[in-house]
């Protein structure tokens, strides 16, 4: 498996960025999808995107579409979300997570690996 550490949290005004980023180690990294998630508060993870392992296709859902991107670097062993055009309705804890099967699942139960979340708060 691989472990994963995010970081690039933080408070945000409305309409602003902010870039996440997701440093996996242990297994090979290149191996995974790496999707991104998020999750408030007595809300259940909802999945924000994917993307594959070699970079050639992600998926993101409709709220998010056009506004975020996510992007990996192999060589470097991490993956990016790049929020643009924030709303405060994206405040929420960001989790990466990492499927070995390569999938492009929107469920949690597909990831095996998780970090430990990044907050990211959006004020109006």
């Known amino acids: 498996q691989v472990q994963l550490v995010e970081s690039g949290g933080g408070l945000v005004q409305a309409g602003g960025s902010l870039r996440l980023s997701c440093e996996a180690s242990?297994?090979?990294?290149?191996?995974?999808?790496m999707a991104w998630f998020r999750q408030v508060p007595g809300k259940e993870r909802e999945f924000v995107g994917v993307?594959?392992?070699?970079?050639?296709?992600?998926y993101y859902i409709d709220s998010v579409k056009g506004r975020f991107t996510i992007s990996r670097d192999n060589a470097k062993r991490m993956v990016y979300l790049q929020m643009n055009s924030v709303k405060p309705e994206d405040t929420a804890v960001y989790y990466c997570a990492a499927d070995r099967a390569g999938g492009m699942s929107w469920y949690p139960v597909a990831y095996e690996s998780w970090g430990q979340g990044t907050q990211v708060t959006v004020s109006s």
């Open positions: 993307i594959s392992r070699t970079n050639d296709y992600t």
């Open positions: 242990g297994d090979t990294f290149s191996s995974y999808s």
